[in-house]
Each structure stands twice: as C-alpha cells, then as structure tokens.
C-alpha cells in the first residue's frame, strides 16, 4: 500500500498571473482543486512548495530578473488554491523543491513514497521537483491536467522528460482519482 502526498508547485501570483505567468496555468486551477480536495478528505497530506527570493542576493535572479520576491503578493499562493490549516507550506529559492528545502525530511517524517506532483512550469520547477524526487527514491506521478507551461510545447517536452528520466507515471487525473479511491478503500476493509 502505497502512502501518498500532494505536492503543489509554484501556484503563485507571479506564475499564474504576473510577469512569469505559464500560459495555461489559470486553467489547470480547477483540477488542481479537485485533487487537493479529494487528498484532504481522505487523510493525504498536500504539501505547496513556493519559490521565494531574497530581493538583490538571489543567484535565480540573474536569469529571469526579480520574481516571486518574499513578502510580496507575487510569492503568494493563488487565493483559488488557499491552503488549509492542515496543509504543509515548504518555502523554495531553486528550482528544485528539494533543493536547500526541508521537503524530503517532512516527507519522511510523513512516512510518504510516492508524490503526485501538480503546478508549474512543467519543464522547470515541477520537472526539476520531479528529478529530486527521483535521486531520493520517490516514485512520482504526475496528472497532466495538474500540470501548465509557458508553451504547449514546453508541456510536452517536460512531460516526456519526467516519462523517460525519473519513470513518473503519467496518469489523466479522472482515472488517478478512481484508482486511488478503489486502492484507499480497500486499505480500510483490509484494517477492519
Ligand atoms: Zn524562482
């Protein structure tokens, strides 16, 4: 029996609706919603990771000018995807959600093996997120509805690079929720 969390990447201000925004990424909010709703209901732990630079020292900057600043309203999660009080919130300064962060030891502590990954920018923080979890030892998947770039193209190529290099299964978000749904209530029957 595999233990799950939700790691939502990056749904902020600046990505969804500021400067840095992936084309698509308003419109994967419901499904991204959906999902989160359904791990809340049933016990799994949803985890945000947010990207949040120190204005003039972060080395990010020099590539993509400042963004995401902390304390400003473009490192906040969208309001659409507010967390809970019972939701983890993992602050980021790399690509990588790993990187530098306590994820992976609040992951362990969680006793979880496998990650659905949602958010953006499908080819860089959730990609990157989705390597670190790989060298770690997670399996991942991801549901593309959950997922948005600034190009379909760049969606595709981050999906196929998550496929071919850290084996994430990519699975429609319908048939992952019924899969899960069957394989959660089957865990209880077997505990009573
Ligand atoms: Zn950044």
Redo the contacts with the bound molecule.
């Keep these: 029996m595999s233990k799950y969390a939700v790691i939502v990447v990056d749904m902020l201000e600046e990505f969804v609706r500021g400067r840095l925004r992936a084309e698509k990424a308003e419109s994967i909010i419901p499904s991204i919603k959906k999902l989160i709703d359904f791990a809340r209901e049933r016990g799994i732990p949803v985890i945000y990771t947010v ?1 949040q ?1 120190y204005q003039e020292i972060d080395f ?1 900057s020099r590539l ?1 000018g400042p ?2 600043i902390k304390g400003g309203r473009e490192s906040h999660i969208v309001c659409e995807l507010s967390p809970s009080p019972k939701d983890y919130v993992v602050p980021k ?1 790399r ?1 990588d959600a790993f990187e530098y962060t306590d994820l992976d030891l609040l992951l362990r502590e969680l006793g979880v093996d496998t990650l659905i990954v949602t958010g953006i920018h499908t080819h860089i923080c959730v990609q990157q997120t989705v390597m670190g979890a790989f060298y770690r030892g997670y399996r991942v998947i991801v549901p593309p509805e959950c997922v948005a770039a600034a190009t379909d193209e760049w969606h595709r190529i981050g999906l196929e690079y998550m496929r071919n290099f850290a084996g994430a299964e990519i699975v429609d978000l319908n048939t992952l929720l019924k899969r899960l749904d069957v394989e959660l209530r089957s865990s209880v029957t077997e505990v009573v």
Aim: hydrophobic content about 25%.
């Design positions: 990207d630079h990010e993509w963004h995401a300064r690509y």
